[in-house]
């Protein structure tokens, strides 16, 4: 008998064992697969950021080409006139900056091939020079060396997006221009700057001198509506649902559709702000203050719900020792809850700002993807998004824009990143814990 005990127990025993191996074989795998997820979504977030990088990085810096300009006054063409701010906006530019690079390359002298290399120069390099003239006019009558912006397909061959081994006929910039471009690189006339255009100029038609500083600006004055908005009302909306709010079914109903609303896509909001604010209310296309209207809809959702939320978090005692001191319930919301509440309210408001601050469809349907090369002054002035632009560039084929693109990303994604730092730091420093 007590070997037939002692044979059960150890049988038991066994299968005890190897039900613990089967569970340590389950959690090892378990853990394996996890592992192997993250590996993998790392993988790809590294994969898809140093794609956008190496694309992107070189429109951080652009090529300049040294020249020796006449400014003469034979040559601006202004002999005989008053030498005042409104001649100067209008002399000869153009040819004064021709006659420098054809002076810098003398063994170019056909009709036709003079004309490719002035290509060389960029179309902002006559204003830039218009710029520093204007500035200094004591500059007319004298001979001025310049760093010239160079033109594009100049610029994206001394960064290497242009490969020269290519046949030629597969590339815009022959092997001549090569030529030429070599002979002015020997001549050390050719230098490699910081691209300060790309931060300070608007949207362009000539890759070389488009920027995203307009882009920039309008993105900015949409988020400042969208935040006066949303932050006042989203917050108010959680404080009545939470603290005053009858728990009956309307209020179920409500909150139902506060929930559901935070998952409806983006371009839905994108044509309600189409029928109503631009169809029905009549304001301005295009503007910063419709676009901030609009990602105001979208973004409520999200700041009502984190709001409610940190409300909910206050600890029940807070609300029960404000009331019995005497407080009512608005000076026990206001001064003790809503103080609490508030660091997780702003990372919610934080975080919906960088939701919005990368949303494109909404932006597109209320026609804020014009072509805009002024800085806008104000949020009823015509602008673009960052968002906005980085889809304009992306459909332009050209090796300029491509980098510009990723250029853009790069400095959206930076300020996604601030943001939602930003979110994490607050919650940290302010939070409390319970």
Same mark, same amino acid.
């Given at each position: 008998?007590?070997?037939?005990?002692?044979?059960?127990?150890?049988?038991?025993? *066994?299968?005890?064992?190897?039900?613990?191996?089967?569970?340590?074989?389950?959690?090892?795998?378990?853990?394996?697969?996890?592992?192997?997820?993250?590996?993998?979504?790392?993988?790809?977030?590294?994969?898809?950021?140093?794609?956008?990088?190496?694309?992107?990085?070189?429109?951080?810096?652009?090529?300049?080409?040294?020249?020796?300009?006449?400014?003469?006054?034979?040559?601006?063409?202004?002999?005989?006139?008053?030498?005042?701010?409104?001649?100067?906006?209008?002399?000869?530019?153009?040819? @004064?900056?021709?006659?420098?690079?054809?002076?810098?390359?003398?063994?170019?002298?056909?009709?036709?091939?003079?004309? /490719?290399?002035?290509?060389?120069?960029?179309?902002?390099? /006559?204003?830039?020079?218009?710029?520093? @003239?204007?500035?200094?006019?004591?500059?007319?009558?004298?001979?001025?060396?310049?760093?010239? $912006?160079?033109?594009?397909?100049?610029?994206?061959?001394?960064?290497?997006?242009?490969?020269?081994?290519?046949?030629?006929?597969?590339?815009?910039?022959?092997?001549?221009?090569?030529?030429?471009?070599?002979?002015?690189?020997?001549?050390?006339?050719?230098?490699?700057?910081?691209?300060?255009?790309?931060?300070?100029?608007?949207?362009?038609?000539?890759?070389?001198? *488009?920027?995203?500083?307009?882009?920039?600006?309008?993105?900015?004055?949409?988020?400042?509506?969208?935040? !006066?908005?949303?932050?006042?009302?989203?917050?108010?909306?959680?404080?009545?649902?939470?603290?005053?709010?009858?728990?009956?079914?309307?209020?179920?109903?409500?909150?139902?559709?506060?929930?559901?609303?935070?998952?409806?896509?983006?371009?839905?909001?994108?044509?309600?702000?189409?029928?109503?604010?631009?169809?029905?209310?009549?304001?301005?296309?295009?503007?910063?203050?419709?676009?901030?209207?609009?990602?105001?809809?979208?973004?409520?959702?999200?700041?009502?719900?984190?709001?409610?939320?940190?409300?909910?978090?206050?600890?029940?005692? =807070?609300?029960?020792?404000?009331?019995?001191?005497?407080?009512?319930?608005?000076?026990?919301?206001?001064?003790?809850?809503?103080?609490?509440?508030?660091?997780?309210?702003?990372?919610?408001?934080?975080?919906?700002?960088?939701?919005?601050?990368?949303?494109? !469809?909404?932006?597109?349907?209320?026609?804020? =993807?014009?072509?805009?090369?002024?800085?806008?002054?104000?949020?009823?002035? !015509?602008?673009?998004? $960052?968002?906005?632009?980085?889809?304009?560039?992306? /459909?332009?084929?050209?090796?300029?824009?491509?980098?510009?693109?990723?250029?853009?990303?790069?400095?959206?994604?930076?300020?996604?990143?601030?943001?939602?730092?930003?979110?994490?730091?607050?919650?940290?420093?302010?939070?409390?814990?319970?």
């Amino acid at each position: 008998m007590t070997d037939k005990i002692e044979q059960l127990a150890q049988e038991k025993r *066994a299968r005890v064992r190897a039900s613990l191996a089967k569970r340590r074989g389950k959690e090892g795998r378990f853990r394996f697969y996890g592992i192997g997820s993250i590996f993998l979504a790392f993988t790809f977030l590294v994969l898809l950021l140093g794609s956008i990088v190496s694309q992107g990085y070189t429109a951080f810096y652009t090529t300049e080409i040294r020249l020796t300009v006449d400014l003469s006054e034979e040559n601006l063409g202004i002999e005989g006139k008053p030498l005042n701010d409104e001649t100067l906006k209008y002399l000869g530019y153009r040819s @004064v900056l021709a006659d420098a690079i054809f002076d810098a390359m003398p063994e170019v002298t056909s009709r036709g091939d003079k004309r /490719e290399l002035f290509r060389f120069l960029s179309n902002g390099a /006559e204003y830039d020079l218009r710029d520093r @003239v204007a500035a200094n006019p004591d500059l007319v009558g004298q001979e001025v060396e310049i760093w010239a $912006l160079a033109g594009d397909n100049v610029n994206q061959f001394n960064k290497g997006n242009i490969d020269g081994s290519l046949p030629e006929s597969y590339r815009q910039f022959k092997d001549k221009h090569i030529g030429w471009f070599n002979q002015l690189k020997e001549d050390d006339r050719v230098r490699t700057v910081f691209n300060s255009r790309f931060f300070t100029n608007g949207d362009s038609r000539d890759a070389e001198l *488009a920027g995203i500083w307009g882009a920039t600006v309008g993105s900015f004055y949409t988020l400042l509506v969208t935040l !006066a908005l949303s932050f006042p009302i989203g917050v108010a909306a959680a404080i009545y649902l939470e603290e005053f709010a009858p728990r009956n079914r309307i209020t179920e109903i409500i909150e139902i559709n506060i929930n559901n609303l935070a998952a409806v896509p983006s371009i839905v909001f994108g044509l309600l702000g189409l029928a109503v604010f631009l169809n029905f209310a009549d304001l301005p296309r295009s503007a910063p203050v419709v676009g901030g209207l609009v990602l105001t809809l979208m973004t409520l959702p999200t700041i009502i719900i984190s709001s409610r939320a940190s409300i909910k978090a206050v600890p029940p005692s =807070v609300r029960d020792a404000a009331l019995g001191v005497g407080a009512s319930k608005m000076q026990m919301v206001i001064h003790h809850v809503l103080p609490l509440a508030m660091p997780g309210m702003l990372t919610g408001t934080i975080i919906g700002m960088a939701q919005a601050l990368g949303e494109t !469809a909404p932006l597109l349907m209320i026609g804020m =993807v014009a072509f805009i090369v002024d800085i806008p002054s104000g949020p009823l002035d !015509a602008a673009t998004a $960052l968002p906005v632009q980085i889809y304009l560039w992306a /459909e332009n084929p050209e090796k300029g824009f491509v980098e510009n693109t990723s250029g853009a990303i790069m400095v959206l994604l930076a300020f996604l990143a601030l943001m939602n730092a930003c979110a994490v730091i607050l919650r940290k420093r302010l939070e409390r814990r319970w």
